[in-house]
């Protein structure tokens, strides 16, 4: 667990040659007492437009890097995930960064 409370969990798989990032936010549809759905739309909204980047730009930018990306949301979670080749590891952490901390709802 880091200092400001986000918990960090890694796996390194010999062998492997790809990597997967995943941000897990503890609430889900569970938590969306009197505005049922925002769960889902939350999710779907997930690598769309962010304060500094378009949506071409997100999608783009995981293309260029051969990655894909998926969001779940769940009961008691939501959750945003990326997958590349391991060498697209440092690209995954820094799109899901921009993707979970600087949404821009327009």
């Not at 549809?29 to 304060?51: I, N, P, Q, V």
């Not at 779940?72 to 697209?88: C, E, I, L, Y």
């Amino acid at each position: 667990t880091l200092s400001n409370g986000i918990k960090v969990a890694s796996r390194d798989s010999a062998g492997d040659h790809t990597v997967s990032v995943s941000v897990v936010i503890g609430s889900g549809t569970r938590d969306e007492a009197g505005a049922a759905g925002l769960s889902h739309l939350l999710k779907e909204m997930a690598f769309t437009t962010t304060g500094t980047r378009s949506t071409a730009r997100v999608v783009h930018e995981a293309e260029d890097i051969g990655a894909s990306y998926s969001s779940v949301a769940g009961r008691d979670s939501t959750s945003v995930s990326m997958s590349s080749m391991r060498g697209g590891a440092n690209a995954v952490v820094s799109s899901l960064f921009y993707v979970v901390t600087g949404r821009s709802f327009r």
